[in-house]
């Protein structure tokens, strides 16, 4: 889940994170990598400020001159967004709808049409090409042994709502084939992945349970460690990897059809998931660590390696702290020194009277964006190490907030990453692997070898 301030290294990151997008109007998702903990997300100001001397890690297109883009390739960009399906391994619109809910507990927002708040309606999706968004069931850490089922079970529910209240616009998609024909029939496909293992609620029955459901993915953990799997920003390591229980829930992912989904699992869980796992599994939002070293939250070189080995995907984050090493020092020292002023008051990131001066540092601390052509460069390093095939886009939309690069503000602009990758003469085939067909290849092994998975003894 957002912006400047969000899922990062400690507890209070992420408080941090809600504090702050609460205080700025913004969704109050989860993250952002200079915080982590218990929302999903920040927002700082919108203003950008000028980029500082590059970093040994920044790439090159960050302060390069952009000349203006080739008319003919913004034209072909536009079709090709449109010829192809478009999948996005996590959107974070069920969360930011549950938290803006009316006092009678409807929801505050029409998606079927355009919506002034947010990254995702189904009007900007289709100008953007986005036919295959994996909504994103995100239960908060907090709520591990908490009733994070019941969470997850309500925004389930309001997904399907939506399919059944708008068919001509939305349909539900458990399966590739299902991604296939509704994209045939015009149709923008709702897949579903849920962020965080809490739900399972250490009961193997939930995994089906959710599964019969349509999640069709599961990120192990989100900011803290959970009773499955350590996370990358929890500093305990209570397992020192993957649980007991944990090795478990893998191997019912496997036989029941679910993905494996690595992003926010520390290192150690990540290596035994490799060593466990039957199947290919993907990371759906996270970038490459080669661009910001010691942010763990991403993936290194070596991991990216057995990641592909395993003929799994890595979808890149857009978030401005995941891409740019710069942003996300900035985001660190932001947080840190809010965490200080707080203090020195007595107060904590959720206190009513934290809220003025949330706002007002906010107000006064203009952050760092990073461009589009960053988030391409993420794809061209994961290309040249080690292939095509294990890269797509995993956005993470309505969850990263104010924190999202030059164009790409919304789900409204894949056509202008799309156009990056054509200027780097990408072919038309690899495009498509990166728009969805590497994700897809992968949905469709975990699901084939769910077909022929002996049952448990």
Same mark, same amino acid.
């Given at each position: 889940?957002?912006?400047?301030?969000?899922?990062?290294?400690?507890?209070?990151?992420?408080?941090?994170?809600?504090?702050?997008?609460?205080?700025?109007?913004?969704?109050?998702?989860?993250?952002?990598?200079?915080? !982590?903990?218990?929302?999903?997300?920040?927002?700082?100001?919108?203003? !950008?400020?000028?980029?500082?001397?590059?970093?040994?890690?920044?790439?090159?297109?960050?302060?390069?001159?952009?000349?203006?883009?080739?008319?003919?390739?913004?034209?072909?960009?536009?079709?090709?967004?449109?010829?192809?399906?478009?999948?996005?391994?996590?959107?974070?619109?069920?969360?930011?709808?549950?938290?803006?809910?009316?006092?009678?507990?409807?929801?505050?927002?029409?998606?079927?049409?355009?919506?002034?708040?947010?990254?995702?309606?189904?009007?900007?999706?289709?100008?953007?090409?986005?036919?295959?968004?994996?909504?994103?069931?995100?239960?908060?850490?907090?709520?591990?042994?908490?009733?994070?089922?019941?969470?997850?079970?309500?925004?389930?529910?309001?997904?399907?709502?939506?399919?059944?209240?708008?068919?001509?616009?939305?349909?539900?998609?458990?399966?590739?084939?299902?991604?296939?024909?509704?994209?045939?029939?015009?149709?923008?496909?709702?897949?579903?992945?849920?962020?965080?293992?809490?739900?399972?609620?250490?009961?193997?029955?939930?995994?089906?349970?959710?599964?019969?459901?349509?999640?069709?993915?599961?990120?192990?953990?989100?900011?803290?460690?959970?009773?499955?799997?350590?996370?990358?920003?929890?500093?305990?390591?209570?397992?020192?990897?993957?649980?007991?229980?944990?090795?478990?829930?893998?191997?019912?992912?496997?036989?029941?059809?679910?993905?494996?989904?690595? !992003?926010?699992?520390?290192?150690?869980?990540?290596?035994?998931?490799?060593?466990?796992?039957?199947?290919?599994?993907? !990371?759906?939002?996270?970038?490459?660590?080669?661009?910001?070293?010691?942010?763990?939250?991403?993936?290194?070189?070596?991991?990216?390696?057995?990641?592909?080995?395993?003929?799994?995907?890595?979808?890149?984050?857009?978030?401005?702290?995941?891409?740019?090493?710069?942003?996300?020092?900035?985001?660190?020292?932001?947080?840190?020194?809010?965490?200080?002023?707080?203090?020195?008051?007595?107060?904590?990131?959720?206190?009513?009277?934290?809220?003025?001066?949330?706002?007002?540092?906010?107000?006064?601390?203009?952050?760092?964006?990073?461009?589009?052509?960053?988030?391409?460069?993420?794809?061209?390093?994961?290309?040249?190490?080690?292939?095509?095939?294990?890269?797509?886009?995993?956005?993470?939309?309505?969850?990263?907030?104010?924190?999202?690069?030059?164009?790409?503000?919304?789900?409204?602009?894949?056509?202008?990453?799309?156009?990056?990758?054509?200027?780097?003469?990408?072919?038309?085939?690899?495009?498509?692997?990166?728009?969805?067909?590497?994700?897809?290849?992968?949905?469709?092994?975990?699901?084939?070898?769910?077909?022929?998975?002996?049952?448990?003894?």
């Amino acid at each position: 889940m957002v912006g400047a301030l969000c899922r990062g290294w400690s507890s209070g990151l992420v408080s941090l994170a809600t504090a702050l997008v609460a205080t700025a109007g913004c969704n109050t998702r989860h993250e952002s990598p200079a915080t !982590a903990a218990s929302a999903h997300s920040v927002a700082l100001p919108t203003s !950008a400020v000028p980029n500082p001397a590059p970093s040994p890690q920044a790439a090159p297109s960050a302060n390069a001159a952009r000349a203006e883009p080739s008319p003919a390739l913004v034209a072909k960009a536009k079709d090709l967004t449109h010829k192809f399906i478009v999948l996005d391994g996590h959107v974070d619109l069920p969360w930011r709808l549950d938290e803006s809910r009316d006092q009678d507990g409807s929801i505050s927002e029409d998606v079927s049409h355009r919506t002034p708040k947010g990254d995702f309606d189904w009007e900007r999706a289709r100008e953007g090409g986005l036919s295959a968004p994996f909504m994103s069931i995100y239960v908060p850490s907090k709520y591990e042994n908490a009733g994070a089922k019941k969470i997850a079970d309500r925004l389930i529910d309001m997904v399907t709502g939506f399919a059944q209240k708008w068919p001509d616009k939305f349909a539900l998609a458990k399966s590739p084939s299902e991604v296939r024909t509704n994209f045939a029939a015009g149709k923008v496909s709702l897949a579903m992945g849920m962020e965080n293992g809490s739900p399972i609620e250490h009961d193997l029955a939930n995994v089906r349970h959710f599964h019969e459901r349509g999640i069709r993915y599961i990120t192990l953990t989100h900011s803290k460690d959970n009773h499955i799997s350590d996370s990358s920003y929890d500093e305990k390591h209570t397992h020192k990897g993957l649980s007991d229980f944990g090795k478990q829930v893998v191997a019912e992912m496997n036989r029941l059809g679910i993905m494996v989904d690595v !992003a926010h699992v520390a290192d150690d869980t990540f290596w035994q998931v490799m060593d466990l796992s039957k199947v290919p599994v993907i !990371a759906s939002h996270s970038s490459c660590r080669h661009f910001t070293p010691g942010f763990q939250r991403n993936v290194s070189d070596d991991m990216l390696q057995a990641l592909a080995k395993h003929k799994g995907v890595i979808q890149i984050n857009f978030g401005s702290g995941f891409i740019d090493a710069q942003a996300q020092k900035q985001q660190d020292e932001m947080r840190k020194e809010v965490e200080t002023i707080l203090k020195s008051k007595g107060l904590d990131f959720g206190d009513a009277k934290a809220k003025p001066i949330l706002a007002e540092f906010r107000a006064s601390h203009p952050h760092r964006f990073a461009t589009v052509e960053q988030v391409a460069d993420h794809i061209d390093h994961v290309r040249k190490l080690v292939g095509i095939d294990h890269v797509g886009l995993g956005s993470d939309f309505d969850g990263v907030g104010d924190s999202l690069p030059s164009g790409l503000k919304d789900v409204s602009q894949y056509p202008n990453l799309v156009r990056v990758l054509l200027e780097r003469r990408y072919s038309e085939q690899d495009i498509e692997k990166v728009c969805s067909g590497n994700v897809l290849r992968v949905w469709q092994a975990v699901e084939d070898f769910a077909r022929t998975a002996a049952p448990p003894k």
